[in-house]
Each structure stands twice: as structure tokens, then as C-alpha cells.
């Protein structure tokens, strides 16, 4: 009987830390498959949607993801895990979250407790924690609404083993079906956690001394924004004007009814006194405007040293993310992007750039003018449009004519992939992306482009279009044409390891 119950604290202790229950080794025979990323992230093997958790911590970045390992489409979710001293080289790690009694570990976020609020470490030895929502599916499939809450867990061993709360969920369902997606922040003006929450088709934010014992302060968005969707992964933080005077920005992932239809995620610019959010205007505005950038939100913790805000997005759209022809694995992440904020007359908008950490595996740049087939199928492409010349056109291809077209003319930009290669998996992906462009003057065009994906940047990214594309080979012919048609590419070293 003693040796049962000893038994039995092993196994408890053992489930409770969740330690190297997995270790990754697939990434080696995976990495060149078709369709792998090679300067993006993608998983080594299984299903992947979205960022998680991202928080810096002791020189390191992490992102958790929304995961399942035991297949390459969604099911009982868990909480992958890699790490990076550069966002852009990642080395994977064991998962750090798995679903238990309480349900399946859905998206959510994660803090350094510097002040040891929680008790769960100590100020000299914070803790991380990690905030997400526990969805239980037997309760959904019972018929209640009440199966999402959210729960907490931490970690003393820089995020690599993980202790569930042991009074979780910390904040109980009320009654509502999509009640999920902690992010939360320390807010200096109250000196307390803020919980920014989706919950069905408007934002809740709770407040904590703790991170335990949560109430609610206020709610936005019911009457405001796209609603063509249930609100997802929102994210709150600040960024500092030209004055000085903090803006306060609100992610809100929404789906489906975005601007390419399927996923997209919105943002509003405006005011939060640690209480409420008031957002300057009734413009809705998107962080993306092509048809892969999903869930994605910033990261925590970044130092004051270093002083930028660290976004990075789900590089699909639940539209065909389950059938996208890959083979052992599902999903990459965008790059890594820096958020800043832009003034502009009808007020504040943001743009987004690549984070300068890229220039680390970008090659020296080679100029052509009117076209060019390039060696390197992972590249930067980069050109500018002269004052008053509103048109171009750009097609990237393949020897198999299959081809992508940017092009912009009458102030609409367009981006066609019909043709662009494996695109019969769904009805929903061979489309034309079309952008009203008459509030922006193209001056300046940044295309990323790695072996499955076209991250375009307009104008420093006052605009950003994220694109998906399948093509049986690589788009190595490059074609410009407008008045001048100079352009400069940049090889891209492959980050992944050999
Ligand atoms: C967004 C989302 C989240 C949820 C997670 C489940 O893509 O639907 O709202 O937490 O995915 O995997």
C-alpha cells in the first residue's frame, strides 16, 4: 500500500512538471521538405497555429505556440515551445504545456513576476508565467457554454518546466462560449496585472495584484470595429509619441471577416487609464492587409535598454490552414516585426517593419533593372516609386508559369496568386487581394520572400500584405515593370540548422 501511494506522488509530481516528456528530433529530416520556411518558424512535425506566450526573459526570446504534436491538423491543443537569441534563429525545446483534466491549453500569454506578486518565485529569481485558457472539450460537447476559463502556470527554470497553478482556473466562465486569449501586462498607472480578454465580439479587461484573484474593470468594443467574426487573441500595450505621450494600442484578432475574408486582425489607437480603453476613432484599421497573418500579438518583457514592441503573427488563415499542402508539419510564423506608431492627419496609425536582426542572414545587395533570375529562391526585393507615378506592376515566377502579380494602378493595389502553384486544396486560396490605396501615396516596396510565403511592406510598412503561396518551384524570375524599373535584391542566408 506504501509503495502504491509513493507511487502514486511520482506520477502526480511527474504530470505536475510536465518535464522533457518530449524531446525534438524530427527537425533534421524535416528541414528541407518543399514548402519548409527556411527563415521563418515553423514546427519540426505536427500541427501549429497560434504565437503564444512570447516573452523575453535572461537573453532569450520564447514563443510557445498553440500545438498539437500528433498530427498535422488541429486537435487537443498544448503549448509548443522554442527559443531564440534573435527571433530569428530558433532552437526548439519540449512542449511546456499539456492539456489535463481541465481541458486543452488554448492561446494566452506569459510574464516575468519581477516583483514575485504570486509567491511562485522570488524577487532575486522571478518567476514566468504563463496565463492562457483551458478549454474543455467534454463540456463543450455536453451542450454548456461554460468551458473556457483561464488558468496559470509557472516556471522557475527559464520556461523550461512548467508547474500548473494548483487553485486554477483562475477566472471562472460567466456563461459566455468564447470567453478566451489572456494577454496580460503590468500596467505602471494602477500598479497592477491587466487582463485583456476576447469574449465573443467585444474586449474584457480584468486587473490583478497576483495574477490569482482577478475582477473585471471594463469592457470595449461591442458597438465598434469589424464584428464579421468572434474576437480572438487581442493584445494592449503602449507606445510613446513624438511628445512623448503614451498611445495605447488594441489588438484584436477577428474571425472570420477580415479585409481577404477568413482571419485578420484589427487595431485600434487610442487611450487606456488602467481602467478603461477609448480608442481616438471608428476607423477600422488592420495589421495586415493579405490574407495570412493571424493571432499574432507582442511580446512581454522586452527590456527598456532595447525599447521596441516585438509582434509576430500565425503565417495562415483558418480558411485552408488544415489543408495547406505540407507533409509533416502545418504552419510557419510571419517574421518577426517591430510596431511603431505613424501620425497621420486623421490620426494614429502604426507601421510595422522587419526586425533589424534579419540583416544578419541578408546577403550584399545586387541591383537590376527590368528583370532578373536570381540563385537564391529566399530573398529581399526592394524598389521605389517616383514621385506621381502611382502604377507598377511586378511578377515573380517560376520555369513552370506559375507566378504571383503585384501590381497597383487607380489607387488599389493587387495581389494576384491564381496561378501562383498548389492552389486547388481550397476555393478560398487562388484569389485576387485587392487594397484601396487612395489614403497612401506608394513610394517604397520591401517584398520578403521565403519558399512558401511573400511578406510585402509598402512605404516602411504603412501597409503590410502577408501571403501564402505553394508554387512546385521556387520563384526565381523577377520582372518590373514601370518607368523606372530599378530594383535590388538581397540573398537570404537559410537560418535553419544544416
Ligand atoms: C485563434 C484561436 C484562439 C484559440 C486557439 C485555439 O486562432 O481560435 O482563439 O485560443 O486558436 O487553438
Redesign the pocket.
Known sequence: MKILSILFLVVIFLSACQTNKESVSAIDHSAHEPFRSQYHFTPATGWM??PNGMVYYDGEYHLFY?YYPDSTV?GP?HWGHAVSTDMIHWEHLPIALYPDSLGYI??GSAVVDWKNTSDFGMVDKPAMVAIF?Y?DPESDRAGRVDFQTQGIAYSLDKGRTWIKYKNNPVLPNPGIRDF??PKVSWNDISNQWIMTL?VKDHIEFYASADLKQWHKLSEFGQSIGAHGGVW??PDLFSLSDEQGKKRWILFV?I?PGGPQRG?ATQYFVGDFDGQNFISQDTVTRWIDYGADN??GVTWSDIPASDGRRLFMG?MSN?QYATVVPTQLWRSAMTLPREVMLHKKHQGYELKFRVVKEIEDVQQEPRRYTGSAVVDNPLFRLDFNLEEAENEFSLTLSNDQQEKVVLNAKDGVLTFDRTASGITEFSADFPQVHKVDMRQITIRKISIYADLASLEIFINDGEHVLTELVFPNKPYQRIKLEKLNSQFTVYGIDSSLNE
Do not use: G, L
Request: negative net charge; proline residues 0%.
Open positions: 497555429n497560434d498553440q488541429w491543443m488554448f492561446s485558457t478549454h478566451r486569449d476576447a480572438e487573441c484578432s474571425n482571419s493571424y493571432a500565425w483558418w
